[in-house]
């Protein structure tokens, strides 16, 4: 299985057969991999990814987003039903969001929230036998970043992977773009990211620069940011 | 199966983008996006992209007994189907507003504006006459159908030929494609429709508008004109009231483009016409491979051709089965540099082979394992392993052209990801506990773009 | 039918009238007593009911409802004895849909329905005799309904069919002359805006005749509302001399 690791592994490859290891080993199988009787197989196609102690998963490409618990995820609120926001989270299933699960909301003190807002959620619950549930505070009753997102802002679709290249990677697009433009941003983990900047030109130009850093490689990116941020300043 | 819903910040800031006449491919507000007509093997077989809606149309013919009312003319029959394979919001089987819309469009703009001259598929009068039926099917919707359709469907009309009929006396022989040459339709005029999309109670309109401003938009205006400024339709859709001069502007602003879609169509035609008749490859594998959509310039990013390494796999696939069965010993060449081209951001080709359908793997043949990539230098220099068939194999699945594989054509494969994944993979050490994949702390703040996750 | 002539060499159509005279308007309103509002319009031979329903709470499927608005709900049928030969479908065929279609349009933008969120209301019209300008006739028809049941309206909504032969611009086409491949346009709007709520045109007519027609047919729906708006007045009038108050 170590051997593996970084590289391209397709459904029905087998990566390691545990009765032949000895000894006791807890390994850790995350989406992409699932356990066959006596040996680990793949299940997505993908990058074998490893993490210490022995933690393994495949990262693929995928435009679908399926829920996870603790997953911070942009929703579009689509209906209020009683004291609960449905709220689309891109998934088979509308998610449910308490009035209550915001910063200093009391039954008396309802959120803000219309249809058709944005709001920068975690996901409570996920699992594939309920409905995913939503709050924007964390356990000890702060926002700490989530909430209703401003209407100011324009919201992006894109792929489960790149959002995932954007976390993940310390030097990315958006740091390049960063070092010249102002703006904000909020990334959701199920593909949706929402971004502000002080003009209009300067988003559409940032949300394209985004959509199409996916398959550049880091160079390429620092060569295209650059082209943009030239532009954009008007030397061009 | 209902399609993202529209969130009010995405609305806000599209209008307002509009509003400073900017659109987000950066084109100009009676700009189209690039439009390529491709046709296909069979005659009347055409499909159109204009941007990323994808619009198939096949015309076919059939002999029937004409209507009393007009026992002289032929019939003109148009069928739009809109399937959820476009946009999960259209529903298989019972038509929506939406496709009796474009159904209804399109049937004024060619069949009442008599683009075909219907007396002219009169075989016998009153007992025998050609029905014509045009199938547009939507392959992917953003935005702007009808527009698409009508250049399908004309286009597809004008490529097409229907059999050649003799008639004597009481007998009408209809003549197969192999007796005699097949006939085109008597085509007047060539009507196409430009789509008017109105912002801000009519004050800003936009031409040829994505499936994004499609859904912010107070209404369409949908103008069906012809080269010679011949109005064949007109059309306004949506909750918005327009005054006169700004009908007349919009027709005006369609009549300058017209033209030029009409001049694509006949340039197209033509060309496809003398590949088939010089005997070049024709139909759509040839055009697919040959198209390259366009992009923005300030983002166009054409990536030199780049080898993979595959050593190790080359290594562990010593055999082959050939055809006879027999297990027969391996050269593997690793002096062949291979090709990951990638044409557009999210798509790749794979295969080099440009007569797409020529398979060139072996049946019964180990498969070959994993593409293993390497590197940890962002340089590559790799090859990839090629496979060298020992026999020759017919497979001849595909109904247009026979499938071969000689022991010349060598396997390439390619991964769209290739490059991506290649420099992703050796960055993936830091990753928080149970999210895999990424750090999930919800920060948001203002900042001098700083990377808030 | 090709060889009927549509304009005569002396300048009169083949029904008798002048290429700028609308066919005879005869209307009344309230004809029903159990919809909220209702009316009956002939236009020459066409004849056309109308009936409106609302504003009233939603029906069928709770999913239609609107949050800041009223929902519009529209039917546009043809009676089985309405044309020539016996019309086999009533509803549901392509044309009818993209009438009602149409019509729900229209309507839409001239009912103000933000005062009625969450509510429907229908218009239901039945084309009686149909001897072209059905649709014109259906949404005058359906103006003089909507008055009748007090929902308010920005304006009249008059329509009315043009057509364009021999450089000659003719109005309110009847059925023989539709039949003749004539370029026909059909428009609704508001006249004291002069703003088209709906335009339709079929047929091949050159840009350079286009703003004559435009304008031909805003000067026809301007004398349809000349009608339309006596017969209202005259109606209101009436009911309210009969309610004891003048």
Request: with cysteine; hydrophobic share 35%.
């Amino acid at each position: 299985m170590e051997d593996s690791i970084g590289k391209v592994v397709i459904p029905g490859d087998i990566l390691q057969n545990l009765d032949e290891k000895k000894g006791k080993i807890k390994v850790t199988v995350g989406p992409g991999l699932i356990r066959d009787g006596s040996h680990i197989a793949v299940t997505k196609s993908g990058i074998l990814r490893h993490r210490e102690p022995s933690v393994f998963w495949v990262d693929c490409h995928q435009k679908r987003y399926v829920p996870a618990r603790g997953d911070n995820v942009i929703g579009i609120v689509t209906a209020k039903q009683g004291d609960v926001f449905k709220v689309d989270i891109g998934s088979s299933e509308p998610a449910s969001l308490s009035f209550m699960a915001f910063e200093a909301a009391t039954k008396r003190n309802r959120p803000n929230l219309n249809v058709g807002d944005c709001v920068n959620a975690k996901l409570l619950v996920a699992n594939k036998d309920c409905e995913p549930e939503l709050v924007c505070i964390d356990s000890y009753g702060r926002s700490s970043g989530l909430g209703i997102l401003p209407n100011e802002g324009f919201l992006l679709q894109c792929s489960i992977g790149l959002v995932r290249q954007l976390l993940r990677n310390k030097f990315n697009v958006l740091t390049f773009l960063g070092k010249a433009i102002q703006y904000e941003v909020a990334i959701g983990m199920n593909g949706r990211i929402w971004l502000h900047c002080h003009t209009v030109r300067e988003t559409i130009a940032i949300s394209n620069a985004i959509c199409r850093s996916e398959l550049m490689s880091d160079e390429e990116v620092q060569i295209m940011s650059k082209k943009v941020v030239d532009s954009l300043q008007g030397f061009e | 199966m209902k399609d993202h819903p529209l969130s009010n910040c995405e609305e806000k800031f599209v209008l307002a983008a509009i509003a400073e006449n900017r659109r987000f491919d950066g084109r100009g507000v009676y700009i189209y996006r690039p439009i390529v007509i491709l046709y296909g093997h069979d005659r009347g077989c055409c499909h159109v992209q204009i941007g990323c809606t994808r619009v198939l149309a096949q015309v076919s013919c059939e002999v029937i007994i004409p209507k009393q009312t007009r026992p002289n003319e032929g019939v003109l029959h148009m069928n739009v189907e809109l399937s959820p394979m476009a946009c999960p919001s259209f529903e298989a089987g019972k038509q929506s507003d939406y496709g009796v819309e474009v159904n209804r469009a399109l049937e004024r703009l060619l069949r009442d504006s008599l683009c075909i001259d219907l007396e002219s598929l009169c075989i016998m009068s009153g007992e025998k006459v050609w029905q014509i039926r045009v199938d547009v099917h939507v392959l992917n919707h953003d935005g702007n159908l009808i527009d698409c359709s009508s250049i399908a469907a004309i286009a597809a009309l004008s490529h097409f030929r229907r059999p050649d009929v003799t008639v004597s006396g009481e007998e009408v022989t209809i003549h197969p494609l192999d007796e005699k040459d097949a006939v085109p339709l008597s085509v007047n005029h060539i009507p196409l429709s430009v789509t008017f999309a109105f912002f801000d109670q009519g004050r800003t309109l936009l031409v040829d508008p994505t499936d994004q401003e499609e859904r912010v938009m107070d209404g369409k205006m949908v103008v069906g004109i012809n080269k010679h400024r011949e109005l064949c339709m007109l059309h306004v859709s949506g909750k918005m009231l327009v005054l006169q001069d700004q009908v007349v502007r919009c027709v005006n602003i369609a009549a300058a483009r017209v033209g030029e879609i009409t001049d694509l169509i006949k340039d197209t035609l033509e060309k496809d016409n003398a590949a088939r008749k010089s005997g070049k490859e024709f139909g759509f594998a040839k055009c697919l491979a040959d198209v390259i959509l366009g992009v923005d310039d300030l983002l166009k990013h054409y990536v030199d051709s780049m080898s993979v390494d595959t050593t190790s796999v080359g290594q562990t696939a010593k055999t082959v089965v050939d055809a006879d069965g027999n297990r027969v010993q391996m050269e593997v060449d690793n002096a062949e540099t291979g090709n990951v081209s990638i044409k557009v951001p999210g798509t790749g080709k794979m295969s080099t082979n440009t007569e797409g359908g020529a398979v060139t793997w072996c049946e019964g043949e180990e498969s070959d394992s994993d593409v293993i990539l390497l590197d940890k230098n962002d340089s590559t220099s790799s090859e990839v392993s090629s496979k060298q068939v020992s026999a020759v194999v017919e497979l001849s699945d595909s109904e247009e052209e026979s499938v071969l594989m000689t022991s010349q054509d060598l396997e390439r494969t390619e991964l769209s990801k290739s490059r991506a994944i290649e420099t992703r993979e050796n960055r993936g050490g830091r990753c928080r506990g149970k999210s895999f994949g990424g750090r999930n702390r919800g920060k948001r703040g203002r900042g001098n773009g700083q990377r808030y996750f | 039918m090709a060889g009927v002539e549509v304009v005569s060499e002396q300048g009169f159509r083949t029904d008798g009238r002048k290429p700028n005279e609308l066919r005879r308007i005869r209307c009344k309103q309230g004809v029903f007593s159990h919809a909220d509002g209702s009316a009956y319009i002939e236009q020459g031979n066409t004849k056309v009911l109308a009936t409106v329903y609302g504003p009233h709470e939603i029906r069928g499927s709770r999913s239609k409802a609107l949050h800041d608005r009223a929902y519009v709900n529209c039917q546009f049928s043809m009676a089985t004895f309405s044309t020539g030969e016996r019309k086999q479908r009533p509803r549901g065929d392509r044309k009818s849909t993209e009438m009602t279609m149409h019509m729900k349009q229209t309507f839409e933008a001239t009912i103000l329905t933000q005062l009625y969120p969450r509510s429907q209301i229908d218009i239901f019209v039945e084309v009686l005799q149909a001897d072209g300008g059905n649709f014109a006739a259906c949404v005058n028809a359906a103006t003089l309904a909507l008055i009748d049941a007090g929902i308010p309206l920005k304006d009249y909504v008059c329509a009315c069919t043009v057509g364009f032969v021999d450089d000659v611009t003719i109005v309110d086409i009847n059925h023989l002359e539709e039949t003749n491949h004539i370029a026909e346009f059909t428009v609704a709007m508001l006249p004291k805006s002069e703003q088209f709520v709906m335009l339709e045109m079929s047929s091949r007519l050159h840009l350079d005749h286009l703003s004559k027609v435009m304008d031909m047919a805003t000067k026809a729906c301007k004398d349809v509302h000349l009608v339309l708006d006596r017969a209202v007045r005259d109606h209101v009038s009436e009911v309210w001399q009969q309610l004891g108050n003048t």
